[in-house]
């Protein structure tokens, strides 16, 4: 069969050349690039793989595209669908893949271009579900399967047959996606953001609680916070740091968790908008993954701008046991990874309510990545 061929904003999904072969076999002999691999890839067997991937089309009627970038026609790395093989718990199952050459790390192109194939796999291929599995310690590829709105599957992770005991790679994880899930819709972005996403859920309380009710919408005050919460102020109104630090200015104005990751929590802990604290839940844009400095266009006015990482405590354990330890991973080198959401201040205030868009506009210059606040 013919490849379909796919185009996104910065990228092609097509067939695969004669030339991508030596830039797909230098793409598998770096190191970084097959860190969550058993090991590099010869070039004779790189070959293999662009010949099984070719035929997968054929027998499959899915298989991997090539990814050329459309500004400047590189190769780089490939993305797609196919049939998970024999001697695997989830052998025959559809999974969604990527790999990409280190050139294109850190722009979004693995999410961008996965995103694409799960659309064509939902309304094009017909299928009904699909799924992605990696090691556990495989952090920036969960990350994008987080970004796609998979959820992860705790009861269908592994130890992968064919690596060693002791091997750090052993232990898979499942995440999924139904074709319902995929097509839930979402607000379209601002007019010049650079991601979209929508608001699911708004709340706020005027008692220090950790919970928060939820509302029928809230107002956002320029340079105070939600208006009616606990936490709104020009000065640092979080009990703890107000103690010692009674003016310092508030830069933990409004508390923005993605709804990914209650999705993730909900197999282990019952677990509703607000109850982890935040003001306004959004699916749809990855907030970890956001530089410093960036602005959240909410609804018809409001502008935030996100100041840092909401650092997990032990009131999380107090509203369910273990639930601190969810909400933080750790990356291969073992850097901690912080996921209770993050934290902004109010550039302009407006009404916010469930359904509003939620666009990104990236700063200017060198991004640097978010730190706790």
């Not at 018809?300 to 639930?323: H, I, K, S, W, Y």
């Amino acid at each position: 069969m013919d490849v379909p061929r796919l185009m996104t904003d910065r990228l092609v999904l097509r067939g695969w050349t004669a030339p991508d072969r030596d830039a797909f076999a230098a793409m598998n002999v770096d190191p970084e690039v097959m860190r969550f691999f058993p090991a590099v890839q010869s070039r004779a067997e790189s070959h293999a793989m662009v010949d099984r991937i070719q035929a997968s089309f054929e027998s499959d009627g899915c298989g991997l595209w090539a990814l050329e970038r459309r500004d400047d026609g590189a190769f780089v790395g490939f993305t797609g669908l196919l049939r998970v093989g024999d001697g695997l718990p989830v052998s025959g199952e559809v999974e969604v893949g990527w790999r990409l050459t280190r050139s294109a790390w850190g722009q979004g192109l693995a999410t961008e271009a996965a995103r694409a194939a799960l659309r064509y796999g939902f309304e094009t291929g017909g299928l009904h579900d699909v799924m992605s599995m990696t090691a556990q310690i495989n952090v920036p590829s969960r990350r994008v399967m987080e970004r796609l709105g998979m959820v992860r599957d705790r009861s269908a992770d592994f130890d992968h047959p064919r690596l060693l005991a002791d091997s750090p790679l052993r232990r898979h994880v499942v995440y999924r996606i139904s074709r319902s899930r995929w097509a839930q819709p979402l607000a379209q972005p601002s007019t010049g953001c650079h991601a979209r996403g929508a608001v699911q859920a708004v709340a706020l309380d005027d008692r220090h609680r950790f919970s928060k009710p939820a509302r029928e919408a809230i107002r956002l005050v320029a340079g105070i916070g939600v208006e009616g919460d606990a936490h709104a102020g020009a000065t640092v109104q979080h009990r703890s740091r107000k103690r010692w630090h009674p003016e310092a200015p508030n830069l933990r104005q409004v508390h923005l968790l993605h709804a990914e990751l209650l999705d993730q929590l909900r197999p282990a802990y019952d677990v509703a908008p607000g109850d982890l604290g935040e003001n306004l839940l959004t699916r749809g844009v990855d907030l970890l993954d956001l530089p410093a400095g960036a602005r959240l266009h909410v609804g018809d006015t409001a502008l935030v701008e996100v100041m840092g990482l909401r650092n997990p405590c032990v009131q999380l354990d107090r509203f369910a046991r273990g639930l601190m330890e969810a909400t933080l991973d750790r990356e291969a080198d073992g850097k901690l990874v912080r996921k209770a959401g993050v934290m902004g201040v109010v550039l302009v205030g407006g009404d916010v309510r469930p359904g509003d868009s939620v666009g990104v506009e990236l700063p200017p210059g060198e991004h640097r990545p978010l730190g706790p606040v």
